[in-house]
């Protein structure tokens, strides 16, 4: 392995970009617990609240390829900036969203603010693969990837302590049968709630914004952008060499079903905690914490063993491990079946990285376009738990974990075919490049 693990002249760039990791860990799991609580503030059915998730990864989906084409026309830099601003927006909408009391105002702020981290997201990922040498680009962002949990367990424990607890006790029914103005006082203190951490988090942006718009990039990150302005074949023609490197086609669907099964299991296990417990919010909270706890400790061992086993094996066996833990937890609803839950959080830890890194192995400038691609993956984000809180609504929690547990077989999958091609010396990094153009 190079010695070398991220080139000097872009070490404070990266430590900058490892806050911006961090910072969308922070909102990602801020949003998981608002299915349940606009679930109960406007008194919705799970499938309703999850429009949530919906907004939120739609935005990812649809800002992912403009985040593409602004890193490959200007930088990598121009992205970042650009994607943190639209976020700053979105928090900040926040605030006359909980004035108005609308559910799709909330919708919209949290798209703006998606829509941001999309641009930031498709921007960072393959900034922080192009700062070293490639022979360890998938354990290097795996190494920034680890401080996102940093930002989730964060984003959990501000869920937990500034938003669940001033849920009111009153359930739909009780809600029902109150008068408007009570109901109004009580939706108001609920939603005011909501707000704070977010317009808070909106001033953290701002000054993650600052300290990289006052960073001198390298010059290789310029000559890159220079590159890009130049043209490296338009955009069909680079369209056309990733729709022929088969293992960037199918990291796309292998991405696509992770994110779905990551997002499933921690916007429903709350649901699962109550309805397998009777645990109240607060204490069903506790449990989404725990997975928080465990995927940030995972990351960081998972990084360390990537220098002593391969990544595509250390993928199908967490994948396998994660189907396994979905299904036990589908067939025992109970105290057993919520830690299951928790546990999947661990096999998650290196799955999309690995999936990402595995994905943009040798692609060179085409990866610029090709990270766009990978971020619209997280439209499965969107889809996936419409489709598990439907589940919810007609079969209760437990049974409703088939649904992830489904999707990690395709990155099982996918790590079996890394796995296979690599082995027929079919993935030879020195010369992807080269095949990325041959046909398929």
């Excluded at 292998?254 to 607060?282: K, V």
Aim: hydrophobic letters at 55%; proline letters at 4%.
């Amino acid at each position: 392995m190079p010695r070398e693990f991220v080139h000097r002249d872009k070490l404070l760039p990266f430590i900058l970009l490892v806050c911006c990791f961090a910072a969308w860990g922070v909102v990602g799991t801020m949003t998981d617990p608002l299915v349940q609580v606009f679930s109960t503030v406007f008194s919705m059915s799970t499938l309703q609240a999850s429009l949530v998730q919906f907004a939120y990864y739609g935005a990812y989906f649809l800002l992912a390829l403009p985040a593409a084409f602004i890193n490959q026309r200007y930088s990598y830099k121009t992205g970042v900036l650009v994607g943190l601003g639209l976020a700053i927006v979105g928090a900040l909408l926040f605030y006359p969203a909980s004035l108005a009391m609308t559910y799709g105002l909330f919708l919209l702020a949290l798209f703006t603010l998606a829509g941001g981290l999309a641009i930031l997201e498709t921007s960072a990922n393959p900034f922080v693969i192009s700062m070293g040498p490639e022979g360890n680009a998938t354990r290097r962002l795996n190494l920034a990837q680890a401080f996102n949990p940093v930002g989730t367990n964060i984003g959990v424990l501000l869920a937990a302590t500034l938003i669940l607890p001033n849920l009111h006790s009153a359930g739909s029914a009780e809600r029902a049968a109150m008068s408007q103005v009570d109901l109004l006082a009580i939706r108001s203190a609920e939603l005011q709630a909501v707000m704070l951490p977010y317009v808070g988090f909106a001033f953290v942006l701002l000054a993650i914004w600052i300290g990289i718009a006052l960073t001198r990039m390298p010059a290789m990150e310029k000559a890159q952008a220079k590159e890009a302005e130049q043209g490296h074949g338009g955009f069909a023609a680079t369209f056309e060499r990733l729709m022929h490197n088969k293992h960037y086609r199918w990291g796309v669907v292998a991405l696509f079903f992770y994110i779905a099964a990551q997002t499933c299991t921690w916007t429903f296990t709350i649901q699962y905690a109550q309805q397998a417990t009777g645990a109240d919010h607060t204490q069903a909270g506790y449990y989404l914490q725990y997975s928080m706890i465990v995927f940030l400790v995972a990351r960081f061992v998972a990084t360390w063993a990537m220098g002593y086993i391969r990544p595509s094996v250390l993928l199908v066996l967490l994948g396998l491990a994660a189907t396994g833990l979905c299904f036990y937890a589908a067939l025992n609803p109970g105290l057993s079946g919520v830690w299951a839950l928790v546990a999947v959080s661990a096999c998650l830890s290196l799955m999309f990285p690995t999936i990402y890194g595995i994905a943009l192995m040798g692609l060179g400038e085409d990866a610029k376009l090709a990270a766009g691609g990978l971020v619209m993956t997280l439209l499965g984000g969107a889809l996936m738990p419409m489709v598990q809180g439907a589940a919810i609504d007609a079969f209760g929690a437990a049974v409703s974990f088939v649904v992830p547990g489904v999707c990690f077989v395709a990155v099982v999958g996918y790590g079996l075919f890394h796995l296979s091609t690599s082995k027929a010396g079919l993935f030879d990094l020195r010369s992807t490049a080269r095949k990325v153009a041959e046909p398929a």
